[in-house]
């Protein structure tokens, strides 16, 4: 996170003053690539993705973090954003207040992560104990009704999605309502 008004930004700000920097800067977030991958994956020279990589890396934007070799066996750095995406705030007071922010989503789905954890452990449980009193012979075919809604909704839970998963997509569309709603 850059305060605008801190020195370091603008040094960073200058460095993706270019455009072919700002998309290097993306592609490398996509995949991190070599300055030669790069060149190929803009249409450039290897030497133009090369001064511009460098700009980046002085600034501390991107990072080699593997070294690879060309057909020709010449040593080539594989290039990487060095930190997190960039998150810019106009006022100092308001550094604290994003960061907390931040936080408090991160912190958030973790929680909602692990509880989807929970959710799965407990309903393979639930599911495998089930599994366990039925009867061990059963019919080679559906009865005529076919699936019954309970053995219908089973089978989509653990057979389609997972329930952990179910559990942690209701639980974002949950908040994203909610969070829409308060905004109007």
């Given amino acids: 996170m850059l305060d605008i008004a801190d ?3 603008d040094e960073v700000i200058d ?3 270019s455009s072919t ?3 290097i800067y993306r592609t490398l977030f996509e995949d991190p690539a070599t300055t030669s991958e790069l060149a190929e994956r803009l249409d450039t020279s290897v030497q133009n993705a090369h001064h511009h990589v460098s700009v980046l890396s002085d600034v501390g934007l991107v990072e080699p973090i593997d070294t690879v070799y060309s057909s020709r066996g010449n040593e ?3 290039y990487a954003p060095a930190s997190d995406p960039l998150v810019f705030v106009g006022e100092s ?3 604290a207040s994003v960061e907390r922010s931040l936080r408090n989503v991160v912190t958030g789905l973790a929680l909602l992560g692990v509880a989807s954890v929970v959710v799965q452990w407990a309903a393979e449980r639930v599911w495998r104990a089930s599994l366990d009193t039925a009867s061990p012979v059963g019919t080679a075919s559906y009865p ?3 699936l019954s809604t309970v053995e219908t909704v089973a089978w989509l839970l653990f057979e389609v999605v997972e329930p952990g998963v179910f559990f942690f997509v209701a639980c974002l569309l949950v908040a994203a309502t909610v969070i829409r709603l308060s905004d109007d």
Avoid: N
């Fill in 7 to 9: 020195g370091e930004s």
């Fill in 15 to 17: 460095a993706l003053s």
């Fill in 21 to 23: 920097r700002r998309e």
């Fill in 76 to 78: 080539m750095a594989v």
């Fill in 93 to 95: 007071d308001r550094v």
């Fill in 144 to 146: 005529d009704g076919g």
